[in-house]
């Protein structure tokens, strides 16, 4: 062991590769169907692609500056008020980043101190936790209450304290699919009334929402808005993942908090994707229709996996579904996740992964964001599962 070795002392010890890296490694080995990772697997919009090529040719190739284009967030904001009756300044209220992660990241890193204590709700995604630590607090874990995921209010309430300040919440929920409602949103609002507790929430599949819901946003309660940091994606929307193209909403007092982390982690995001998604979303038909479209694809997965011995659970929104294999087997979800990536064909992701401390209900996590070939394919394979 070299003497740098030794001086390393590792701030996430317990932290390898992601579960996701995992599995899509898996996947790749074993020539599977990759339902594991959330990414979409069909074409973009074409018109996306040349506005793209357009703003290259155009000469969009330096640096943004810093909270990102003017133009792309005067769209979020016309976007945000026309669905959300708020109001956002697109000066001081709106800040592009490189994804949502990095908004997520940032957020956390703008406000949270050593020994502060932010509340997770388990099963989370993955990188909520590990950017706590990273910025020197600590993640106190709430489970969402099974089987329809919801969240246990006067459990949140018994672990507030002084050090609590941030809780973070996830709607349109990865990996479950379920959803925040109004009376959430106001529980939210009445506990952290007369606190100094920020509020995080994750909406990146706010498009992404079935069977007639409406999409719940921090933005919609303005005294919840008033101590939020609003998180979304691009990628989600537009089916441009690889692109990591997210933003933030916040009030001036956080994003001015928020923009100073963001200057020294990325400055800012990429320039002529800007100038491209802002005439993109001049016309509100290139993402009015995400609903529907992902609705389609959700009914159409549950229609060929019928017959199978899985058990769909419930899902109101994100482009995951849960299936349950306890009829199939009693193995841990991790190893049956590989022997079905192995023995199958079909890779997925084991919700254990979510949990802090691997709770395991025999569920699995498929991602439904795909074309309808892939997924006739993956179900073909997935009915030839024997107990």
């Known amino acids: 062991m070299s003497a740098n070795q030794a001086l390393i002392k590792s701030k996430l010890p317990k932290t390898g590769n992601s579960i996701f890296s995992v599995m899509s490694a898996l996947a790749n080995e074993c020539n599977a169907i990759n339902l594991s990772q959330g990414f979409p697997d069909f074409a973009i919009s074409p018109e996306l692609i040349s506005l793209v090529t357009k703003y290259m040719k155009k000469g ?35 800040t592009i980043t490189a994804g949502g992660t990095q908004a997520i990241y940032t957020a956390i890193a703008s406000v949270v101190r050593e020994g502060d204590e932010v509340i997770i709700f388990d099963p989370a995604y993955d990188s909520y936790a590990p950017a706590v630590v990273l910025a020197g607090g600590e993640p106190v ?44 949103f106001q529980m939210l609002e009445k506990i952290t009334a007369k606190t100094d507790i920020f509020v995080l929430s994750d909406e990146v599949y706010e498009h992404v929402i079935f069977d007639g819901y409406e999409h719940q946003s921090v933005a919609r309660f303005p005294k919840l808005a008033e101590r939020s940091f609003i998180v979304y994606s691009f990628g989600k929307t537009f089916h441009t993942t690889g692109w990591k193209m997210g933003y933030c909403l916040a009030p001036a007092k956080l994003s001015a908090e928020f923009r100073k982390a963001h200057q020294f982690m990325v400055f800012s995001a990429n320039t002529p994707i800007q100038y491209a ?34 058990k769909p659970l419930a899902c109101s929104g994100s482009y995951f579904q849960l299936l349950d294999y306890s009829k199939l087997s009693r193995e841990k979800d991790m190893d049956y996740a ?18 802090r401390n691997g709770t395991d209900h025999k569920l699995l996590r498929f991602c439904f964001a795909k074309s309808e070939e892939t997924l006739e394919k993956a179900a073909e394979r997935l009915h030839k599962v024997e107990k």
């Not at 003017?70 to 976007?79: C, F, G, Q, T």
């Not at 993109?280 to 995400?290: E, H, L, Q, T």
């Not at 192995?342 to 979510?354: H, L, M, T």
Request: aromatic residues 12%.
């Open 60 to 94: 969009m190739n330096q640096y943004a500056p810093m909270p990102g284009i003017m133009p792309l967030r005067e769209e979020i904001a016309a976007k945000i008020e026309a669905r959300f009756s708020a109001k956002y300044n697109p000066e001081t209220e709106i």
């Open 277 to 310: 998604y802002a005439e993109f979303m001049k016309d509100a038909k290139n993402y009015s229709g995400i609903e529907k479209f992902y609705q389609e694809k959700r009914d159409y997965f549950l229609k060929l996996i019928q017959g199978t011995a899985f």
């Open 338 to 355: 590989v022997k079905l990536t192995k023995d199958y064909g079909v890779a997925s992701i084991p919700v254990s992964a979510f949990y």
């Open 141 to 184: 874990h709430a489970e969402l209450k099974m089987p329809d995921f919801h969240i246990d209010w006067n459990e949140v309430k018994k672990l507030m304290n002084q050090r609590t300040r941030m809780i973070m919440i996830n709607t349109p929920h990865n990996p479950t699919g379920a959803i925040l409602s109004v009376k959430d």
